[in-house]
């Protein structure tokens, strides 16, 4: 069939991209699912970091690629293998597909599912397989993350799909839980773990982000500090739940997190994906914390501690990828929470575009006068 895609022809581009344009709306050809594959008609995509280090060059793939990895949309036939999905039924595409079998998740930790990261790494879904072609279908074009979701449609693994029931909500919330939310609000719940009571710091105020600061309300953290270089998305921390609100690039403001908490925070969440901020986050939290990185670097920035301070001090320094998620039991449970109004993310979305606009919304995204654009898709 036909669908109409946003394609990245080469990496890395800069900006403007209104003027550069990246991303190219063209006329794919997208071929019939495979046994354990879907075709998917995708209602709303959000743009995010990941896709714009993609098209900045900070985080290579191969191109031409259709790109896009938050999404949400709608069952529309089903491969010869599945028999747990039915068209009509309405999916959350998930990042990191998980295949179920790898010692990783055998151990309850799919998003390090070994597979899974390979096919990513590769560009194509988990089995092997590219399903996207130019128009005279000469050329292979690659899937972003198994999902490709700035697309009218896509062919998507089951692995990487998570059924809802949620008919009651816009797919432009429903999408923000493939990445924002399973990312910030799983970096809280699942990797640090906060208790109701302890403090958290969220380093970087970007969708992931301020999802992060929501995970942190919903924990019952009672000392939540959010920390940014601009000021409305620290205005905006304080209208989500933060108590304490730091501008990082104010002079000795370290030292002033670490005095106004007693000492730093239990748990620090680096989510900005650079250096500078790792090294704050890790300097505002208190003897025996957990600082938590859950931000992209690039793959040549490195981080430096003093050894010492991870034995006197009892410092845990951890990762966290797709917020330490199992798709399918969180994705739910964070709807569930949603629809209980304990987790607002619709406050995340700062705005709607059509696919044509979307060049000019990693603009935005780009100067960080954005914090969550979705596409949204209409079918007619």
């Given at each position: 069939m036909k669908t109409r895609a946003a394609i990245l022809k080469h990496s890395p581009v800069s900006a403007p991209f209104a003027e550069t344009r990246p991303l190219s709306i063209e006329e794919v050809d997208l071929d019939p699912p495979g046994p354990e594959e879907v075709l998917v008609r995708i209602g709303a995509a959000g743009l995010c970091h990941s896709d714009l280090s993609v098209i900045n060059?900070?985080?290579?793939?191969?191109?031409?690629?259709?790109?896009?990895?938050?999404a949400a949309g709608e069952v529309v036939e089903v491969g010869a293998a599945i028999r747990d999905l039915k068209p009509g039924d309405r999916v959350v595409m998930t990042f990191q597909p998980s295949c179920g079998q790898c010692l990783p998740c055998a151990e309850g930790r799919a998003a390090l599912c070994i597979p899974g990261a390979e096919a990513n790494g590769k560009g194509v879904l988990m089995s092997g397989e590219i399903r996207l072609h130019d128009h005279d279908h000469h050329h292979e074009i690659y899937h972003h993350c198994g999902v490709s979701g700035f697309a009218e449609y896509a062919v998507i693994s089951r692995h990487s799909l998570v059924k809802v029931e949620a008919d009651d909500i816009p797919f432009s919330h429903l999408a923000l839980f493939g990445c924002a939310v399973q990312t910030g609000v799983g970096a809280v719940l699942n990797t640090c773990r906060v208790q109701p009571g302890q403090s958290v710091a969220i380093v970087g105020l970007g969708g992931v982000g301020l999802a992060a600061l929501l995970g942190a309300v919903a924990a019952?953290?009672?000392?939540?500090?959010?920390?940014?270089?601009s000021e409305d998305k620290l205005a905006h921390a304080r209208d989500l739940g933060a108590t304490r609100t730091y501008n990082a690039a104010e002079p000795?403001?370290?030292?002033?997190?670490?005095a106004e908490t007693g000492g730093g925070v239990d748990h620090?969440?680096?989510?900005?994906?650079?250096v500078p901020a790792f090294e704050l986050a890790y300097k505002i939290t208190r003897r025996g914390g957990q600082t938590v990185t859950a931000g992209l670097a690039s793959p040549t920035s490195e981080f430096r501690i003093p050894a010492v301070n991870i034995v006197a001090d009892e410092?845990?320094?951890k990762g966290s990828y797709m917020g330490s998620c199992v798709p399918k039991r969180d994705i739910p449970r964070f709807i569930n929470l949603f629809r209980a109004g304990k987790l607002p993310v619709d406050r995340l979305l700062t705005g709607t575009l059509t696919l044509d606009q979307i060049n000019e919304g990693f603009d935005r995204l780009d100067r960080g006068e954005a914090i969550r654009q979705v596409i949204t898709f209409d079918h007619g």
């Open positions: 060059g900070n985080r290579p793939r191969p191109t031409p690629m259709v790109l896009g990895h938050e019952g953290a009672t000392e939540i500090v959010a920390v940014d270089l000795g403001v370290i030292d002033r997190i670490r620090a969440v680096e989510l900005a994906g650079a410092r845990t320094v």
